[in-house]
């Protein structure tokens, strides 16, 4: 008789739906702009998500989040959900969350937590590869071309470089509480225990 371990364990899925409902709490903060992509708290959420569950679980942490906006449910920011989001110009960020969770979570897995591996897994996968998905499908949807897409969406940067520094106190505030949910080295197929 074969005993396989689950793929993520009961505490797994309570942090799955911890950090899901974050993500969702924090698409209540918004401002909108023009263009049809609102500035939100939502991006500091997945980064954190991938700061702290690493790269196999926080994918799932956001994949239930996207999941719950495709069943109509409002959990996106502005109370948005439904199919439609997956075809607007957000499209491509919503989608930059899932490979961006998984960028920061490898990066943060490459040593110890450290404010300078935060902030740097944060900007990159947090805002850069978000960006480099999301402004071609706002291109793409809006019909404005790439460039003055790409200029356009620097109105966002100063709210993410924000988010970056805040995740980054809010993890290491974590890993120095926590220091044990953080061990000191771990490669990238061996996560934190679940």
């Not at 689950?6 to 918004?30: D, K, N, Q």
């Not at 939100?40 to 700061?51: F, H, N, R, W």
């Amino acid at each position: 008789m074969s005993t396989s371990r689950p793929a993520v364990s009961s505490a797994g899925l309570g942090r799955i739906a911890v950090f899901s409902a974050l993500i969702v709490v924090l698409g209540t903060v918004i401002v909108p702009l023009p263009g049809g992509v609102p500035i939100t708290a939502q991006t500091l959420g997945v980064m954190l998500a991938g700061l702290v569950l690493g790269p196999r679980v926080a994918p799932l942490a956001v994949i239930l989040v996207l999941a719950l906006a495709a069943l109509g449910l409002p959990v996106l920011a502005g109370g948005r959900g439904g199919l439609g989001v997956f075809v607007g110009p957000s499209a491509g960020y919503l989608l930059g969350w899932i490979a961006g969770v998984v960028v920061i979570g490898l990066l943060m897995r490459t040593g110890r937590v450290t404010w300078w591996r935060a902030a740097a897994a944060s900007l990159i996968g947090g805002v850069l590869v978000v960006y480099a998905l999301g402004i071609p499908v706002q291109a793409l949807v809006t019909g404005v071309p790439l460039v003055p897409t790409a200029v356009s969406s620097l109105a966002f940067l100063p709210g993410d470089l924000i988010k970056v520094a805040a995740a980054t106190l809010v993890v290491v505030a974590l890993q120095r509480a926590y220091p044990r949910a953080f061990p000191a080295r771990r490669s990238v197929q061996e996560p934190a225990a679940l």
